[in-house]
């Protein structure tokens, strides 16, 4: 058999000609209808950007001029420069260039989807003509995959087909599309698996990456952007992919992609190609004629190279050493100013004939294909909320959660409010239950539907952009799909534990006016959390406007909400005129004046509401949650989020200037380390629930390969063969859950001795394939700089350690992005290929004695890729043991390959051994790499199966089960190697040791200083609640008077401390996730501990608490009247920080113990509200155990010192009407009313064990930190 004979279709040796593909989409046609063809035409386009730094970081020197609306000097930064392109209906055209060289920028300006808020646009990009995208029907691949981790990939790609294709498609139509779909992109073995997270795995990145293109695909779309539609790939995919584009295009659409290093067969799919180099153009044109272009300019293709990667080595300032810079630069220069020139000479060299005639031809056309309709509202909302149904039944955190909610909220609290009897302070713990139900049930279900919104709106931003869901169906389908999952039973559940528990009355129409209201305070909930996302769309931004507009809420809606349920409980539906009696002690005569108190009526009056106040607030109630949601679907309508672009901050000097190259240890100095693996498996038991049956499944079969230091060690292999997890497996990083756990067979071996884990750990880096780790708001040197002072030895001094962290800057490439922010989701920063390296960057700065890299070119242009493969094979030489997943290697990386372990879809070996034997060991089996052919992309052709056509599909399967076949035969010898190899005690002696705490301490302090400063809306979180609440707290209360009303008042407002008790887990919920995935992967890698970590937490939170509870002590004493001495204000202060420190302390503990943050949040928020309703003002008869426990809560410290200090010197009067049948008042001093509710405490001791209670809170939540990762190792 030869090769020819394997596959004579996508064999590398014949190449890909337009025949071939004629012939394939002949046999295999995609189905999608007639598309309105689209000429494309870039003319001019400049991208500006405002690199100006933010007004509170601005020099004051510069702060006048910025004020008088003068530009600073250097404040631009020019992004693109003069893009001229011409893309044609039918066409695939390529936009290629280094990392950084603007090609997501021109992606992303063509297709209308940049924020202009520092941006200054030029020139145009026209559709036939029109420079309005919304003219055509458009389609956008983004780097990021935006997926539901919770459905299969049959059904995203289901549930995308039902949005995306209207009428007059069937839903059998739809579906046959979606099978072919998942045939094309070779998605047939992955389409029933989940999509997956970094938590709960699924899909490989390559799947997802297939998945995100299918979901587009589907759209039928005239125009197709695709954003690196190959990152994650290996070779064989890739090309398949980029084959299916070749062919949507010759069906008439345009395509245009991105792309960062294309294999040679698939540079021959490109019709056109745009070469960037910094923003500018150096070809655009045919890419047929691009050699020849460049030819007579004297750069000449040599033979074997791939043509792409021949142009972006052109293109590419090598900025390692300035040798080089200067020369790349000259030659990037030079053939910028010729295509320029060219452009001026040559008018039509973009166009082939006059653009009216083209336009009026496409137009002609179009006229035969109608404009597609998009999807009705109804078939949008009978989509979403199948979808929406399914997704929150497979999230069982998320629905037990508010179940959760539910019933410990209706449990706890009606166990605190148990059979209230009817005396004066069973009167007082009825309005506090009746309280507690209208206000902080809601205000739970508020934070997290907030919580789960920020995560969902994001799925919801990208489908409205792309046109294929409206504001209505979205708002709508949410609440259709959640009705019978929790929008019912929650507060059905809620209603009926607590009515009972408490003993209001038995009366029917009074439980269901109670059920009814209580549904309609869930509703106000859910509708205003829509409200907030509307306003903000992260979770500081909205849980700001969440929690002080609920407050407002809770200060004066609850009029309506409390009203009614106080006019159900005291006056009744049909109750008599003076309304219900209680337990008056004097006499059993309602209108006995002596027993004024004890009716119904005088309650009602006391709390200021009228008697007849049932039906009023309930239509007033609807009237707010149709307001909401209205306002909710307004504000989504209108307040479009577009991706931003990350601040370029400008250095004061160039650093890297003079820097050398790495220091190049000799190799007998290094200890060497050979790492062996022998029948190493791998295998995950998938633990069942609900009577279903547990589930192993093997991802790794029995490997026997060996990894020795001073080479390149390669493991290959397509998508889903296990690359990620042998390599998590060997570095130790794979963590099991409750429903999942991992095991391992067979040994591995350092040096021929089984490691300790704390050996493994300190003689090892790892780098993982995603960029999570970085922080957002740091720039690249920065970033670098503080790796450095965190990971180098005690013995280098800071300046060697930023003379080390430059030196590797510009080792990897990074000069050119070194003062660009990393950005996030929401901000364009740098790179995603300048990401990867600084990743790369970060492990290699240690010197590690075992360096293991996932995926350590993925995303990278073939330059920088090279480049990185150079480093890292210089690393090697100086005695480094170094393994590394690849999936696409261009031909010239090969060579470095010194051994490669080849593994088959489903973690079979297929080869391990040299590189340079590979060839041969394939071709004694028939199988003979052709002499043109990239060696790389050939072995992955050969083990990957070809899911795209059933014929071909039983072919290939059967040549990888021959060649696993072949290879399981073989027989291995792992001796023990000696000599100049490390003994294993040796190897214990090298255990990396952590840096001290008061080196970590200030570096990570500083950093994540700088991190919090440069996002506003984090900022906002931390300082503007308290204030927030401190203002609401003044409108509505101040002043406090001393009339009878004023005893309730004044109470109240004590009891209003606890809301800053939510405050505090709030603020935590913005900062500490992300927080604590930067410190979980930086203490894998050994870098600080766990004490560093919560100090500086602590340090960076205290400074803001501390002014803001300083404001909030101003506001209630003085605005306020709580008591107007320097004594009352520095009593507000404390124990507003107090409480604060303790929510936050509460959200360290939960956000810890459980990575589900929307469950953290409720699990911790149904805490904080018994809290609240235990602290001493809402709830008077509380049995001895939830006493005891009461003394677990801040707030029962809080209000027993500040009611003694608020009240004990204030005297009361009332009105004629208010006085007792002895004409007292039914209080008169502030004592009295401590009595009334048991709060006749010691002050100063409370003051004293508040502050124990915050101290003991925080060594909680540290120690949790510590048990956990400990757990961990």
Known sequence: MTADDICPLDNPKHGVNVDTLQDLSATFNLSFREVQPVDIHVKDLSLEVDISPPIWETAPSQ?????????MTDARKTVLDGIDAYMPSGSLTAIIGSSGSGKTSLLNLMAGRMGMSKATVAGTTTFNGDANIESVRSAYVMQEDVLIPTLTVRETLRYSADLRLPPPTTQEERHQIVEQVIMELGLKECADTRIGTNIHKGCSGGEKRRTSIGVQMLANPSVLFCDEPTTGLDATSAFQIIRTLKRLAQKGRTVIVSIHAPRSEIWSLFDNVVLLARGSVLYSGPSSRSLTYFESHGHVLPPFVNPAEFLIDLAAIDNRTEELEATSLARVESLKSSWRTKMKTDKEVLKPRN?????????????????????????????????????????????????????????ISGWIFLQLDESQAGIRSRQGSLYTSSSLNG?????????????????????????????????????????????????????????????????????????????????????????????????????????????????????YIFGALCANEFIGPNGPPEGQFYDCPYSDDP????????TGRYIMESLGFPPNWIWRPIVVLVAFVVGHYLLAGILLQYNHFAMDIAQARKTDKDMSTGAEKMAVRPAEEARKVVISLDKYALDIRKRGFFGRGSRTLSILKPITAEFRPGNLNVIMGPSGSGKTSLLNSVARRLHG??????????????????????????????????????????????????????????????????????????????????????GSELIKGISGGEKRRVTIAIQILTDPKVLLLDEPTSGLDAFTAMSIIEVLKGLAEEGRTLVMTIHQARSDLFQHFSSVLLLARGGYPVYAGEGSMMLSHFGALGYHCPQTTNPADFVLDLITVDL??????????????????????????????????????????LKRQMLPIRITYPLVLHRSAINFWRQPPLVMAR?????????????????????????????????EFGALYFVGMLQNIAIYPNERDVFYREEADHCYSAETFILQYTTLEVPFEVVSSLIFGVLSAYADNLGRSATMFLISAYNCFCIVS???????????????????VNVTSILLSIANILGGVMSLNVNKVLQGLNHLSPVKYAVANLAPYAMRDQEFVCTTAQRLADGSCPIQNGQQVLQLYNLDKNGAMNVMALGVCTIIYRMVAYGLVKVMRWERK
């Open 443 to 559: 205000y739970l279900i508020l934070l997290y539907e907030t919580y789960r919104l920020t995560i969902d709106i994001r799925q919801f931003d990208r489908e409205r952009t792309e046109g294929v869901v409206g504001v209505p169906a979205f708002l709508l389908s949410r609440r259709a799909a959640r009705l019978p999952l929790e929008d019912l039973p929650v507060p059905i559940i809620f209603a009926i534990i607590f009515y009972f528990m408490v003993g209001y009355r038995l009366s029917v129409g009074q439980f269901f006016i109670f059920l009814a209201v209580t549904i309609l305070t869930h509703y106000i909930a859910i509708t205003f959390a829509a409200v907030s996302i509307g306003i903000a769309r992260s979770f500081p931004g909205a849980s700001l406007v969440g929690n002080l507009s609920f407050t407002v809420q809770s200060f004066a809606c609850g009029f």
């Open 1023 to 1055: 300082s503007m609640q308290v204030v927030g609440i401190g203002i609401i707290m003044a409108l509505f209360f101040a002043p406090l008077k001393n009339d009878y009303a004023a005893v309730q008042s004044r109470m109240g407002f004590i009891q």
């Open 948 to 989: 795209q056509q059933v014929d071909r599909e039983a072919v290939t399967r059967e040549r990888v089960q021959k060649l696993i076949l072949s290879w399981d035969h073989k027989t291995f010898d792992l001796g023990r190697r000696t000599s100049h190899i490390a003994t294993p005690a040796e190897l214990g002696s």
């Open 737 to 822: 859950s409750l429903s999942t756990k991992y095991r391992v067979h067979g040994s591995m071996l350092y040096n021929g001795a089984v490691p300790s884990e704390s050996v493994i750990r300190s003689v090892t880096s790892f780098v993982t394939q995603d960029d999570d780790a970085l922080m957002p708001s740091l720039t690249v040197r920065e970033s670098l700089h503080f790796a450095a002072g965190l990971r180098l030895p005690l013995w280098m001094s800071r300046e060697e350690k930023n003379r080390r962290a430059e030196e590797v800057l510009l080792k990897m490439g990074l000069k050119e992005c070194a003062d660009n922010l990393i």
């Open 591 to 598: 209108n006995d004046p002596a027993c004024t108190q004890y």
């Open 355 to 411: 653009d009216d005639e083209k336009y009026k031809g496409s137009t002609t056309q179009a006229q035969d294909v109608p404009m597609a309709r998009a999807v009705s509202f109804n078939r949008q909302f009978r989509v979403l909320t199948s979808r929406t149904f399914k997704t929150t039944i497979r999230d069982p955190m998320g629905l037990a959660g508010s179940l959760l909610e539910a019933v410990g909220m209706g449990v």
């Open 1142 to 1160: 303790c929510g936050e302390s509460l959200g360290i503990m939960f956000c810890t113990l459980f990575s589900h943050v929307g469950f953290a």
């Open 63 to 71: 702060i006048w001029r910025r004020l008088r609306g003068k530009t």
